[in-house]
């Protein structure tokens, strides 16, 4: 795990993951400003927000503006969360390129996260493929949320998550898979493990990301375990900004400015600016209302970080 | 790293690093109700406090009376810190039979530490031995502080490390050595390969500890990294209590709480009752003055843990 040749994606998901988490809606001009700060820290990909029912979440009704401002940006990949093929479509017509399905291995956290069953998810799963067939430029990620750990039926069975994920690559073969620590319940072996053997049950190639929170201290734990066990991708939310609405108990996202020291200072490269970083979660920070945590903004600066 | 056999010791340590950080001193009953409620969690080894002048550190000076009261107490093994030929006198004289001698890899903390310069330290580590020499039941582990990161000089080269150590094994061969994170600076990466390799310079069947802080929330971490160098026996303080008063801006030690949940839940046993050490970290968080930290305390409660 040490040498110039290694590296790994952090994935920005504090406009996100982290947005919804605050009640009060952010204008759309801080919101844009917060991603142009993240952007400028060396964030090569972000999730700029979801394509959900504002009634639930109204924090995400501006994401048709949002879109038309980074339109055409070039050198980094920003995606919208869509939890159904009706928030796909909408998301292409406003010209996302890069999408997140999210459906949960847990019958009873999916159902509160989107009113669907898995299985209806997974039907939507296959409407939003069909959405994109044909566009050669479309990506797509699909999230496994809770499959780790439930908050509503606790310990999620690793064959659940086996027998979800065979379902959804036999959709979606293209796709790129997260297993998500919803919780941060998670623990480090169990992430690597659980991990070694879903990635075993996949083609070579599949492309894997860890999505974890820091509810219990294991987030930085979690991402490096998840590493070892070859996920070259991880979502972080700058500030620790954060806490699944549907899941509670859960805080924030594990700080990207954490995941950056752990990797970083590993000789494991991120290609994130720490100073930028670190004022763009300064800046986040300073929302009103918002949940926050991590470590490495709140260490008193006697000294620069490797 | 999961089955049944593996197992983790974990070195209960908020008597000592934890109650030095309070600066009102704590009555000796108070402290001996925090220790007795540890070992009723299952704490098989706890540093007590130190042999050090009351007037560099107020809050060891009733070790003789702590002695007294767990003197001759079956199946756990308490020691005590101290940092030159006096301390260990005095602690021999209380009937300890285990001590912690510790000086600094890095001469600048040494200086500050336990004001000696490294080859000092060193020559008072000798008479340390000479002092035990013929007690077979004694036992010494050596702690390298400042193994990673110094407070003053920045990262430690791991040269000087191997250096001390080698000065170190040479003077007192059959002691248990730990490599420690003064002030929680090193990262899990380096943390395994800095033990990698400090131990392969070592005989076999030398045992090893690591000393962690969690002032950059790597502290789960680098324990967890440690293991997997090899490391099996972790300290920590119940509640995240402590932070070295010569080592400024360095946090608590890594809570033993979150070490339990990262390798209990893990498949690695601690031997330790939750509930038992939950309710001795919130009787330490309830102390006047202490610093804590940690995350499983401070979860809601919604379900038991694994």
């Given at each position: 795990?040490?040498?110039?040749?290694?590296?790994?994606?952090?994935?920005?998901?504090?406009?996100?993951?982290?947005?919804?988490?605050?009640?009060?809606?952010?204008?759309?001009?801080?919101?844009?400003?917060?991603?142009?700060?993240?952007?400028?820290?060396?964030?090569?990909?972000?999730?700029?927000?979801?394509?959900?029912?504002?009634?639930?979440?109204?924090?995400?009704?501006?994401?048709?503006?949002?879109?038309a401002?980074?339109?055409?940006?070039?050198?980094?990949?920003?995606?919208?969360?869509?939890?159904?093929?009706?928030?796909?479509?909408?998301?292409?017509?406003?010209?996302?390129?890069?999408?997140?399905?999210?459906?949960?291995?847990?019958?009873?956290?999916?159902?509160?996260?989107?009113?669907?069953?898995?299985?209806?998810?997974?039907?939507?799963?296959?409407?939003?493929?069909?959405?994109?067939?044909?566009?050669?430029n479309?990506?797509?990620?699909?999230?496994?949320?809770?499959?780790?750990?439930?908050?509503?039926?606790?310990?999620?069975?690793?064959?659940?998550?086996?027998?979800?994920?065979?379902?959804?690559?036999?959709?979606?073969?293209?796709?790129?898979?997260?297993?998500?620590?919803?919780t941060?319940?998670?623990d480090?072996?169990?992430?690597?493990?659980?991990?070694?053997?879903?990635?075993?049950?996949?083609?070579?190639?599949?492309?894997?990301?860890?999505?974890?929170?820091?509810?219990?201290?294991?987030?930085?734990?979690?991402a490096?375990?998840?590493?070892?066990?070859?996920?070259?991708?991880?979502?972080g939310?700058?500030?620790?900004?954060?806490?699944?609405?549907?899941?509670?108990?859960?805080?924030?996202?594990?700080?990207?400015?954490?995941?950056?020291?752990?990797?970083?200072?590993?000789?494991?490269?991120?290609?994130?600016?720490?100073?930028?970083?670190?004022?763009?979660?300064?800046?986040?920070?300073?929302?009103?209302?918002?949940?926050t945590?991590?470590?490495?903004?709140?260490?008193?600066?006697?000294?620069?970080?490797?």
């Amino acid at each position: 795990m040490t040498g110039n040749s290694e590296s790994v994606e952090i994935v920005e998901g504090a406009p996100r993951d982290g947005f919804q988490s605050i009640d009060k809606p952010l204008p759309t001009e801080e919101k844009i400003a917060i991603i142009e700060a993240l952007l400028s820290a060396g964030v090569k990909r972000m999730e700029l927000g979801s394509f959900v029912s504002p009634k639930a979440i109204p924090q995400m009704a501006d994401m048709a503006d949002i879109a038309a401002h980074f339109q055409g940006r070039d050198g980094v990949r920003l995606s919208v969360l869509v939890p159904n093929a009706r928030g796909a479509e909408l998301a292409l017509k406003n010209r996302y390129s890069e999408l997140v399905f999210v459906f949960s291995v847990s019958e009873a956290h999916n159902q509160n996260n989107v009113r669907r069953s898995v299985e209806q998810s997974l039907q939507q799963l296959r409407a939003v493929v069909d959405t994109m067939a044909g566009d050669a430029n479309f990506r797509l990620r699909v999230d496994l949320a809770t499959s780790f750990d439930c908050p509503f039926t606790g310990t999620v069975p690793l064959e659940e998550v086996r027998r979800a994920f065979a379902k959804a690559i036999a959709i979606a073969p293209d796709a790129e898979f997260a297993l998500c620590d919803t919780t941060g319940r998670a623990d480090p072996v169990t992430v690597k493990t659980r991990f070694e053997t879903v990635m075993a049950d996949a083609p070579d190639g599949t492309g894997w990301a860890f999505h974890g929170h820091d509810t219990f201290g294991m987030g930085v734990a979690n991402a490096l375990f998840a590493y070892q066990a070859g996920v070259r991708v991880m979502e972080g939310a700058a500030a620790g900004l954060g806490g699944c609405p549907f899941a509670p108990g859960a805080t924030g996202n594990t700080a990207t400015e954490d995941l950056y020291f752990a990797f970083q200072q590993g000789g494991i490269d991120t290609g994130l600016d720490l100073e930028k970083l670190l004022a763009a979660a300064d800046r986040i920070a300073a929302l009103p209302g918002g949940k926050t945590g991590g470590h490495l903004r709140l260490v008193p600066r006697t000294r620069a970080y490797a």
